[in-house]
């Protein structure tokens, strides 16, 4: 199995004369088979790029172990998680969910198939034991179409799809079959330390209800609650709920 290191130089980023050599190998369709990843404590999960390439571990790889989405790696390797599990909403390829998965179990829900499959493909090459769920997740249970991005065989892995049709524009994506779609209050127990939520414009629909707040001197934690937010609508509708 063909194995190189992410490195990690200041910030989990690489030196870079490392990472000029690393982007023309990129560009040229050079990359190992695996990528060792560090994560702050010293210790290292594996990602593969595959075929179709995956731009996530293509990121990393020339740029440095934390490098991808910057600051957030580094923001979720520093957050003093209480008890309680780790929710991953949109776990795509499984960046986030190894990243996480030395300091507390994890909940990974990924209704995508091809991101599904290149998640459990990572997490058999380390050994690693997540709760992979197949359902999307919104603030009502049933079946609904997955949308994604359109597709061709030459393109890299598309890791993205929505619920909504608009999140990258009705005439760039296709409607895929229907989903289960999960209520997150119903299907993840309490307590949960962290919510990561990826959910391509739907995040207001999945902010957990009883999402208690931090009273450290009372030994409760509170849940941090991470999303992805393009744009103003998402946070505003959380915040007005």
């Not at 979720?76 to 300091?103: D, F, I, K, Q, T």
């Amino acid at each position: 199995m063909a194995l190189r290191s992410a490195g990690r130089g200041a910030g989990g980023t690489l030196p870079p004369s490392r990472a000029r050599l690393r982007r023309f190998l990129a560009a040229n369709g050079v990359l190992p088979e695996w990528v060792a990843i560090s994560r702050n404590d010293g210790s290292t999960f594996l990602m593969t790029p595959g075929r179709p390439l995956d731009l996530v571990v293509e990121i990393i790889w020339t740029r440095g172990s934390l490098a991808f989405e910057e600051p957030l790696p580094a923001i979720l390797s520093a957050l003093p998680l209480g008890p309680g599990s780790v929710a991953v909403v949109g776990a795509n390829s499984g960046y986030y969910v190894l990243l996480l998965a030395a300091r507390a179990p994890v909940i990974a829900f990924e209704p995508y198939p091809p991101a599904r499959e290149r998640l459990m493909t990572n997490l058999a090459a380390n050994r690693i034991e997540v709760d992979v769920r197949p359902e999307a997740v919104s603030d009502a249970a049933g079946r609904l179409p997955l949308f994604a991005p359109m597709q061709s065989a030459d393109w890299p892995l598309e890791s993205s799809a929505s619920l909504s049709v608009e999140f990258k524009g009705a005439d760039r994506v296709t409607r895929g079959p229907e989903v289960d779609v999960v209520r997150f209050d119903d299907a993840v127990p309490s307590p949960v330390s962290l919510i990561l939520v990826d959910a391509e414009g739907v995040e207001h629909d999945i902010l957990r209800d009883n999402m208690p707040f931090a009273t450290p001197g009372e030994g409760v934690y509170g849940t941090f609650f991470i999303g992805y937010l393009a744009c103003g609508v998402p946070s505003n509708l959380i915040l007005q709920r």
